[in-house]
């Protein structure tokens, strides 16, 4: 029944063209239906990877015992840990693998696919591609949370640790916490960072900085390898076209979840705004992505600027109709007051939806059966991130100069952005490093002083005027 429905929804099965084997929502289609009850299916995927004892899992070449080149046989980053299994739906209770079998269904179609509502006999699927972003809001205990919990699911018994990562923030570390144990598969962090869960705003603040940083590297590599997306780069990544003596390596999708935003802002940490802005308007291409969850509607909290660059928003229960008007251009539309339902804009429409609710047993088994095999050595580390207030004003001898003071002095004339973050990315610091080197260039008055979540000022204006500076001192 479930091969006669999808063939005659979808069509026969094909094989993707080069327009589809780019993310972009304009060849995907809105939403997928599947049908609740069918048989259900292993989700390990079908791909089966080599097993020649001359096959080497990293990226280097492969050369026969008379040193001759072999030709170049494709990478396959899942090979990190071979023998990693997804997991089975036997983990869940009986009710919740009826609505998961459905998954496997559709999912092929998808880059980054995920249970999305489960309304009566229809489930559907979306694809986080599609909408790059998405905001989730609702009065306290509507059903926020476990629509996280259902995205992450989903996306855990789809991907292999090797093509995704997240990065948690949940400012009373209860609700997300129950991901620690998988930190080792498919986590993100600070070098040093001591508790996965991003809960303190400082803590916040750092990670979407290093989040920033990550994403301009990444548009680095884009551009050198001649691609417009991460899913391009990838690909010509494993056929072994970009050099990794040049730095390019294969690029794990990010997603960035925060439960409650309005509780960091709450706390007074308006500087998380303005990197959390540059993630959800730029990191799309280079596979970060955004699911920002919050309770707390005013401007104050959700800035009207953020909030007109995320167009996908899911809306629970608020307090008022005038509450729901701002996330929709129309009022021609009925408030869901059970809880677990929620209202979606789809195609100009708003559209009513309904969560599938996870249990914690569920949840724990799943990152049990995950914990349980062979992880990477550690979480997987984000760039190191320079805290200007760390340094700020700290004496040093201005005679004791960086050997790459004037390298540095260089970059920031030129680019006229007196970014410490800048000095990292682009001469490849650490950020103790960077910050010592920033706090040479203002003493030498070539930076204007910290002005906290805003860059310094660039007091020379152009090279002409460095390079007298330079013959001088």
Known sequence: MMKGLFKKIFGPKTSPTSDQIICDSSILPEEKTAEIGAPIINMETPEVLPRSENYESDTSEIKTSDQKSKPRLPYY????????KFPGLALFTETIQKVLSALTEVSYVY???VLWSSTE???????ICEFNNLLI???????KTNFIHQLVISLLLRKHPSQLKFVFADIKGLELGIYRSIEKHFLAKLPGQQDIILKEPKHLIHSLNALCIEMDNRYDLLVNAEVRNITEYNIKFKQRRLDPEKGHQYLPFIILVIDDLGGYTYKGSPEINLPLTRLVSEGYKTGIYTIIGTSQTSG???PNNLLSMIKQRVVFRLNSKEDHKRFFDTIRFDIPLERGKFLYNDSGHVQTGQTILFSSSDIENLTAFIANQQGYPQAFL???YVDENVFDHKEFDVNDRDALFEDAA???VQSQSGSTSLLQRRMKLGYNRAGRLMDQLEAAGIVGPNRGDKIRDVLIKTNAELEKYLNRN
Do not use: C, F, M
């Open 137 to 143: 809001t609702g009065a306290q205990v509507t059903g």
């Open 77 to 84: 980053p899942k090979l990190d840990l071979r023998d990693y």
């Open 382 to 384: 984000l760039p190191e």
């Open 121 to 127: 006999n229809r489930l559907i699927i979306k694809d």
């Open 111 to 113: 880059t980054l696919p």
């Open 410 to 412: 260089k970059l920031i």
């Open 300 to 302: 104050l909290s959700l």
